[in-house]
């Protein structure tokens, strides 16, 4: 990949975006391993959106195999990423706990990244997204 992200390159759903600075191969353990620091950083209040999938297979084949054995197996799942892309936001904690923990992540990535505040409110500020369903008196989400 060349060039700069131009799709998911701002924050959209909540107020504090983690953005990649490089390109990187970001692999879903790396993902998970970063959802689980953030998870415990912000001892579970607030709201985590993901906006990084593993799309991309990435097969590998067997030690000492000849040629024309075919494709090796799937050995684990990437999603390239370039420079300016969004990998995750968070909203519902103060800034300093945000900064904590996407500091926290940033040692879990292969890559650089830079904190992003959003400057106008963000979509689970004015309720559009993340937060929980009002319940009626028969006890079902509306």
Known sequence: ????????????????A???????????????????ALVRTMERKGKIWIRVFPHQAITKR??????????????YWVQAVRPGFILFELDGVDED???NAYRK?????PC??????????????????????KVGKGGAAR
């Open 1 to 16: 990949y060349r060039g700069k992200a131009v799709k998911g390159n701002k924050p959209h759903f909540g107020k504090y």
């Open 18 to 36: 983690l953005q990649a600075q490089e390109e990187a191969w970001i692999s879903a353990k790396q993902i998970e391993s970063v959802r689980r």
């Open 62 to 75: 067997v030690a000492e195999s000849r040629m024309g054995a075919g494709k090796g197996s799937i050995e």
């Open 97 to 99: 706990t945000a900064r």
């Open 105 to 109: 992540a940033g040692y879990r990535l």
């Open 112 to 133: 650089k990244t830079k904190m992003l505040i959003k400057e106008t409110p963000s979509m689970y500020e004015l309720g559009f997204a993340g937060k929980e369903k």
